[in-house]
């Protein structure tokens, strides 16, 4: 039996994606990135952020292409291009401004992160994928036969 979720319409999804997308630009780019090191088991912070943002973007990615006809995964590859590409260019961006530097380190690593949009993105056809009203309606249940 597929697992339900709700279905977005397509401009919240892509507005999602935006949204994310955004933040990503902002705190890669506009603000400066801290400067104490801290360790998160494996990885130092600054490893394990470019992962989860980049995860989240491919994610948000994969979920505004549900629709999208082709096989799972041309589109599973298509959503982690569109979100390492992204990445790429943030890197590419980065190189350009004053006191920052470009770093193919962390394209990589925005890259794997983007990887971690592979699972949503190739389950898609595993989902029952349904309007908000009638997820509404089956949270809620038969309505109730009581006379």
């Known amino acids: ?5 709700p279905l977005l319409p397509a401009w919240t999804r892509w507005a999602g994606v935006a949204l994310v997308a955004a933040t990503i630009f902002v705190f890669s780019v506009l603000r400066a990135p801290p ?3 801290v360790t998160v088991g494996p990885l130092r912070l600054d490893q394990w ?29 298509a959503v982690v291009l569109v979100a390492a590409l992204y990445g790429v260019g943030i890197e590419l961006l980065q190189g350009l401004l004053p006191g920052r530097y470009l770093s193919v ?32 309606r089956r949270l809620r249940g038969p309505p109730d036969t009581e006379p």
């Open 1 to 5: 039996m597929p697992l339900p979720m």
């Open 35 to 37: 400067e104490p090191v």
């Open 49 to 77: 952020r470019p992962l989860l943002a980049y995860a989240g973007l491919g994610t948000a990615v994969a979920y505004a292409t549900v629709d999208w006809r082709g096989g799972t995964w041309s589109v599973a590859v």
């Open 105 to 136: 380190g962390d394209m990589l690593a925005n890259a794997v992160g983007a990887l971690g949009a592979t699972p949503m993105a190739l389950a898609r056809h595993r989902i029952e994928w349904l309007s908000l009203e009638r997820c509404v």
